[in-house]
């Protein structure tokens, strides 16, 4: 979903797992699915911990839990792992996160986050450990993301971190443009170029 990027503020959904892998943010039998249909693949992020193996709701899984809610998943180190399947990023995109935070992300997995519009924020390990602490401790916390300023503030404790990000990517996710919106826009400098470089 093509949205543009400034200053998000949002309560948190902590998944304080480590190497959590892209079959288990989309498992593979929805590969197969001939849409990309957002709704389809959010319902069915996390699917295998979301629901029992009878169909019913997983209660004890953060997502089923009413008490957590908000546009910014935190995630434990290593978020991403495993195939590079696009499908992941589209799930988390379909659930309506825009923001993921954790202390580290597999490089594809990163990469896809942000050609669909979601924001991977890497921070430091005692800035998450602390972000964990502080939505357990009232999870009505919440996060400020900046992302022309690339900070991340913890709102609770007032600490704040910078964040990593291309700079390619941080203007399209700004002006809300993907790949071709972005040589859509600059064809006229493309073709100048050509014309100049016969």
Known sequence: MKQKFNVITS???????????????????????TTREESF?????FRDWRYNADGTLNKSFVLNDPTYSGCILVAGK???NGSSREHAAWAIAGYGFRVVISSFFADIHKNNE???FVL?????EPFLEELFASIKADPKTEVEVDLPRQTVTNKATGKSEQFEINGYKKHCLI????????????????????????
């Open 11 to 33: 309560t948190c959904v902590p998944l304080p797992l480590e190497n959590v892998d892209t079959d288990q943010i989309i498992p593979a039998r929805f590969l197969k699915a």
């Open 78 to 80: 290593n978020f991403g």
């Open 175 to 198: 002006n809300g443009l993907d790949d071709i919106d972005f040589l859509v826009q600059n064809q006229d400098k493309t073709e100048q170029w050509e014309h100049l470089n016969k």
């Open 120 to 124: 991977p924020v890497v921070v430091s």
């Open 114 to 116: 942000l050609n669909n």
């Open 41 to 45: 693949f959010g319902d069915n992020l």
